[in-house]
């Protein structure tokens, strides 16, 4: 089988990086060669952007800026990380890709939806995933549990609730536009039933994807 690009998007809280994690662990059970990265930050260079986008205090990042970054994140990523680890097989779970920036700065933001497309292209040389698991889950419940679990609350996590409601409007219009790369998943239920649900769901895709190689 061909590597594939597995991608887990959502709100923020919504449980997709320890999602992610659990997904790894079964799919290492099952002798299957895969590893995790993320946007941002999945590079050296990456730790140094995510830090800028999700951490700076002293000054506001305008927008196009934070568009732009993300970008750049996203084309080292691609072609140090994700390219290669391709091209060996691997299977890759990736938490954030270019459907964050389309829900974030796109939705949330408001920027150019065609900027946006035109510098995802850019940077990603046209790969895409070949599955894009998306935690649905309510805003107020995501952010609810992140000051729950004490944890820190960065830049994106502090915007007001609109922009997260918009965010959360992109994602659902993704998954309708795109019915059959974007997975919805009900992320409201425990972390057991939420990983039951993606397992099943990756099952019949390892399935068809092995058929088809």
């Known amino acids: 089988m061909n590597g594939k690009l597995i991608v887990f998007e959502g709100v923020e809280g919504c449980g997709k990086t320890t999602q992610m994690q659990l997904c790894y662990e079964w799919l290492q059970s099952l002798n299957i060669p895969v590893l995790t990265t993320r946007e941002p930050g999945g590079t050296q260079l990456g730790l140094h952007l995510r830090e800028l986008l999700l951490h700076t205090k002293d000054k506001p990042i305008t927008a196009t800026t934070e568009l732009l970054l993300y970008a750049a994140d996203r084309c080292q990523h691609v072609e140090e990380e994700l390219l290669p680890n391709l091209k060996s097989g691997k299977i890759i779970l990736c938490d954030r890709y270019i459907d964050s920036t389309i829900a974030y700065q796109g939705y949330g933001r408001s ?8 510098l995802n292209s850019i940077a990603t040389s046209g790969l895409k995933s070949d599955l894009t698991l998306w935690l649905d889950l309510d805003v107020e419940l995501g952010l609810a549990r992140k000051r729950k679990n004490g944890d820190i609350v960065d830049r994106i996590e502090q915007e007001k609730i609109d922009f997260h409601r918009r965010v959360q409007k992109g994602y659902k219009e993704l998954s309708h536009t795109f019915p059959t790369r974007t997975i919805p998943i009900e992320a409201s239920l425990n972390q057991q039933e939420v990983q039951k ?3 099943q769901i990756l099952t019949a895709k390892l399935e068809e994807w092995t058929v088809d190689s």
């Open 111 to 118: 920027l150019d939806m065609n900027i946006i497309n035109q």
């Open 197 to 199: 649900q993606i397992q």
